[in-house]
DNA sequence: TAGTTGATCGTCT
DNA sequence: GACGATCAACTAA
């Protein structure tokens, strides 16, 4: 499996959040495998979107959504989650996806362990396992120390993914107070493992 | 089923 | 000193 190459990300941000449903997370931790296939996601553009972190211009917290694209930006929030985005656009403008939900394809038993040593309960089905962007990072061992990453290297990273092109929808984005009125949510209609229905 | 709340801490004001 | 790109447990009806 390879990486998706840096020309990927360094398009529109609307165009990479709506091209990366389908395609493959991938995470090589130790000897394992971790696989899942996006099913959500949300766009913040930078420093023209209220909602943004980047919004206020560059800080030591969100430097690296002005990286290049194509790096992992890492974030902690609510004292106990993480969050993972993927940098787009050239160097400099501050645009990001944030990774809201995959559906697990290979790796389920580490997933889990990694869920119990988590803050997260995995309680009852296997549908709580990546259904959010907090989720989905403990699922995933993403944490501080993968802010920065660089996606082509091949530790952490985004593959091409077989079948058609999934059905798209979009909504407002979830847990913001501004930039309210932009559709920039997206996710894989009738999808198991979107984190809410819509 | 919808709405409310506690947990918990780094970052920015 | 306030609050968040969250989640799960709880309450009410």
Redesign the pocket.
């Known amino acids: 499996m390879r990486p998706l190459p840096r020309s990927f990300y360094l398009r529109p941000t609307l165009t990479v959040a709506k091209d990366l449903l389908g395609k493959y997370l991938v995470r090589k931790l130790g000897r394992e495998l971790l696989i899942g296939r996006i099913v959500e996601v949300?766009a913040?553009l930078g420093t023209r979107d209220p909602?943004?972190?980047?919004y206020?211009g560059r800080?030591?917290?969100?430097d690296v959504?002005f990286w290049a694209g194509g790096h992992l930006?890492v974030y902690?929030?609510?004292?106990?989650?993480f969050?993972a985005?993927v940098v787009t656009g050239p160097d400099g403008i501050g645009e990001?996806v944030?990774l809201r939900a995959v559906e697990p394809v290979e790796g389920i038993e580490r997933m889990t362990k990694n869920r119990l040593h988590g803050n997260?309960?995995?309680?009852g089905a296997q549908r709580?396992l990546t259904s959010?962007?907090?989720?989905l990072c403990e699922a995933f061992a993403i944490g501080r120390r993968e802010n920065g990453t660089d996606l082509m290297h091949g530790e952490i990273m985004i593959a091409a993914a077989p079948g058609p092109k999934p059905r798209i929808a979009s909504s407002k984005?979830?847990?913001?107070?501004a930039g309210t009125e932009f559709r920039w949510r997206f996710y894989i209609r009738n999808n198991t493992w979107v984190?809410r229905k819509n």
Do not use: Q
């Not at 902690?76 to 989650?81: D, I, K, Q």
């Not at 959010?132 to 989720?135: C, H, N, S």
């Not at 984005?173 to 107070?177: E, H, M």
């Open positions: 949300e913040y909602a943004s972190h980047a206020r800080t030591k917290r969100n959504m930006y902690f929030t609510y004292g106990m989650h969050c985005n990001a944030l997260l309960s995995v309680a709580n959010g962007p907090a989720k984005r979830i847990g913001i107070r984190s």
